[in-house]
């Protein structure tokens, strides 16, 4: 019915190509694996790099213990305290651990609190040695936090006791005792007279 095409009209009005479907590759002649693996493996090594920094900073060193679980002998006071009145000896602890957030007396009434309703004040006190270990990356010995405060309850607050006090902290005068002390320790300079002398 129509005479067919010739080469000078195709030549003349190409044939439209049709619109590319977004939801379907569309094929150009160029592979688009190539392209994507390219861009995949940029962004791969942009976040490797990422990772790579967020794993060196959570891989610190962490450094053991300054006494064993069961070294309590080296301070009988300390023991005899603990194994009457935990309470005091946690409060001391973890108001050098919140550094002065919170009070000795406020830690210890609420351990006393929890221990007369759940008898299972361990349970509060091993987030405080986890916290303790997170800020001294310290060793997660003999086992985990929790079942070490579960299974020896005293020993556990007497090893946390003596590694604040090995690290430098009077523990009877609390957080904030510390601060002062170590403040008033700053060598001052000379002070000099301002009246004139001959």
């Known amino acids: 019915m129509y005479p067919p095409k010739s080469n000078a009209y195709e030549s003349q009005y190409p044939t439209p190509t049709p619109p590319p479907s977004y939801g379907q590759p569309t094929t150009t002649g160029f592979p688009v694996s190539s392209a994507t693996n390219n861009t ?26 300054s006494t064993g679980l069961c070294d309590c002998a080296s301070d009988w006071k300390l023991c005899c305290i603990t194994c009457w009145c935990p309470c005091i000896t946690f409060g001391r602890i973890a108001e050098i651990v919140d550094k002065g957030s919170s009070s000795c007396g406020v830690n210890g009434a609420l351990y006393t609190l929890i221990a007369c309703v759940t008898a299972c004040a361990c349970c509060y006190s091993c987030f405080y040695r986890s916290k303790m270990r997170q800020q001294y990356l310290l060793h997660e010995r003999p086992c985990c936090d929790c079942l070490v405060h579960c299974c020896c309850e005293p020993c556990a607050l007497c090893q946390e006791y003596r590694e604040l006090e090995s690290r430098g902290f009077d523990m009877i005068i609390g957080w904030h005792g510390n601060v002062e002390q170590r403040n008033r320790g700053v060598i001052m300079a000379p002070s000099v007279d301002s009246g004139m002398s001959r």
Do not use: F, H, M, T
Not at 46 to 65: F, M, T
């Open 40 to 65: 995949s493996s940029y962004y791969s090594s942009d976040n490797s790099q990422q990772y790579g920094s967020a794993l060196q900073i959570e891989s610190k060193p962490r450094v053991p213990w």
